[in-house]
C-alpha cells in the first residue's frame, strides 16, 4: 500500500464501519486504551489475519508490522511449529484445571535461561504477574510501600495505576479514578535515572518499601535506558534496606536476550515478571525469584493466589516451542544485526531532513522520540514532538507500515522480518520524513 492522495477513510472503509459500530459496544470502541489510536488520531485499523511479519486489516490492506503483537510474536505471525504445537494442545483439549507436564517443562526453559528465577508460578497476563510478585513481596517484608517510577506501566492493578506509562500515559491520566486514595498512598513514584532522587527516597522511606518494580529498560514510554550504574546503585540500596528488587522483564524477557535485561546488565533481581514471548502470542504471564521469596505463595506458604487458567495447555504449548525456535543458533544475532539496520537508517533519514530524531535498540525491541536530545526518563519523553509523531504515524500507516498508535511506545521485529521489508520501511521513512520536514512546527521539541 502506497502513500497518496486518498483519505484513510477511502483506504480502510471496513475498519471505519467496525469502528463506527464498536464504539456502541465497547468503551472507546475498544478493548484496550491504545488500540483507539486516541494520541494519533484517526480511525483505528481493525485486522483479519497475520502472518510472518505482516498484518492484513479487514480491507485487505498489507501492513509490516512492528508490534508483533506488543512483542510475543517474536518468530513471526502463524509460525507453521508454534500453530503445530497449539493445534496438538488444542486437539487434547483446551483447559483441564489440573497441572500438565508442559507447564514444568515451560518453567525449566525459563529458569535455565534466568538463573535469578530459582522457583516460579504461571498465570494468564503481565498485570497478574506484577500484582501477584507485589503481593508476595509485601507479604515476604511486612511491610506495605512499593517504589515504581514514571512512565513504567505494570499493568492495570489499583497501586500501579500511579503516574503509569503504556496507555494512561498515552491518554494523559496520571492515575486513574476508582483507584482509593488509600491504596494509591502506599505507592511511591521516582524519575527514572535519577540517582539522588532514589537516595532520597530510601532514606526517607528506611525500611518502609517491601518492593521496587522497574521496567528494566522502559518501552511504556517509549524506549528508555538505564544509566551506566544506575541499577548498580538501586540493586545496592534494595540490599541496604531489605528491599525486593523486581525486574519487570515482560516486555524485556527473552526479547532483547534469552536471558532477559538482566543477563545484560549483571544484576540478578530477587523477583522477574515475564509474559508476552513466554507465551508466544498466547495469555500467559509469570512471576518468580528466589527460593525462599516464592516460598510464600499458596499452597506451600499463606500468600494465596490463584488462576482456573493458570498454565492453560495451549498457551504453555505455543510459550515451549516460540523459546524452542528462540534457542536456536543464531536468533538473537538475527534479531539484533535487523533491528540496529532498521534503527540506524531511521536515524540517518531523519537527519538528512534536519529532523531532531533520537533512536536506540536492544535486541529486538527499539524506540525512537522526535527529540534533540537523548531521552533519559518519561518528563524527557513528554518534551518530545509529538506532533511529529502523530504525522509519522500516519504517513507510515498510509504506506502499509504499522508502528505503535502512541509516542509512548516502544517497537518490535521478529524473525519474519527480512532484509526487504527492512528496505521497504526505511523507504516509507524517508517519504514520511520529506513530508514532516515540510511541516511547521518540525524543529519543535527538546
Known sequence: MSHDSRSPNNLRPRSKALFEEAVGLMPGGVNSPVRAFASVGGTPVFMKRA?????????????????????????????????????????????????????????????KAMPAIEMLRLVSSGTEACMSALRVARAFTGRTKILKFEGCYHGHADMLLVKAGSGA???????????????????????????????????????????????????NAGFIRPLPGYYDVLKGLCEEHGTVLIFDEVMTGFRVAHGGYQ??????????????????????????????????????????????????????????????????????DTLAARSERLVSGLKSAAEGFGIPFTVDFEGGMFGFFFAKDSVRNFEDAKRANLDNFKKFFQLMLDDGIYLAPSAFEAGF??????????????????????????????????
Request: proline fraction near 6%; include cysteine; glycine fraction near 12%.
Open 51 to 111: 502472518n510472518g511479519a505482516y498484518l492484513w486489516d479487514e480491507d485487505g490492506n498489507r501492513y509490516i508490522d512492528y508490534i508483533t503483537s506488543w512483542g510475543p510474536a517474536i518468530v513471526g505471525h502463524a509460525h507453521p511449529e508454534v500453530l503445530a504445537a497449539i493445534n496438538e494442545a488444542a486437539a487434547g483439549g483446551l483447559s483441564f484445571g489440573t497441572p500438565t507436564a508442559g507447564e514444568s517443562i515451560l518453567a525449566h526453559k525459563i529458569i
Open 169 to 219: 500515559a498515552t491518554l494523559g491520566l496520571s492515575g486513574s479514578p476508582g483507584v482509593p486514595e488509600s491504596t494509591a498512598q502506599h505507592t511511591l513514584t521516582a524519575h527514572f535515572n535519577d540517582v539522588d532522587q532514589l537516595r532520597e527516597i530510601f532514606s526517607a522511606n528506611r525500611r518502609d518499601i517491601a518492593a521496587v518494580i522497574v521496567e528494566p529498560i522502559i518501552g
Open 263 to 332: 543477563s545484560l546488565c549483571g544484576i540478578k533481581p530477587d523477583m522477574t515478571v515475564l509474559g508476552k514471548v513466554i507465551g508466544g502470542g498466547m495469555p500467559v504471564g509469570a512471576y518468580g525469584g528466589r527460593r525462599d521469596i516464592m516460598s510464600m505463595v499458596a499452597p506451600s506458604g499463606p500468600v494465596y493466589q490463584a488462576g482456573t487458567l493458570s498454565g492453560n495447555p495451549v498457551a504453555v504449548a505455543s510459550g515451549i516451542k516460540t523459546l524452542e525456535i528462540l534457542s536456536r543458533p543464531g536468533a538473537y
Open 413 to 446: 521485529l521478529s524473525l519474519a522480518h527480512s532484509e526487504s521489508d527492512i528496505d521497504a520501511t526505511l523507504d516509507a521513512a524517508r517519504r514520511a520524513f520529506r513530508v514532516i520536514a515540510e511541516s511547521p512546527n518540525t524543529q519543535a521539541g527538546r
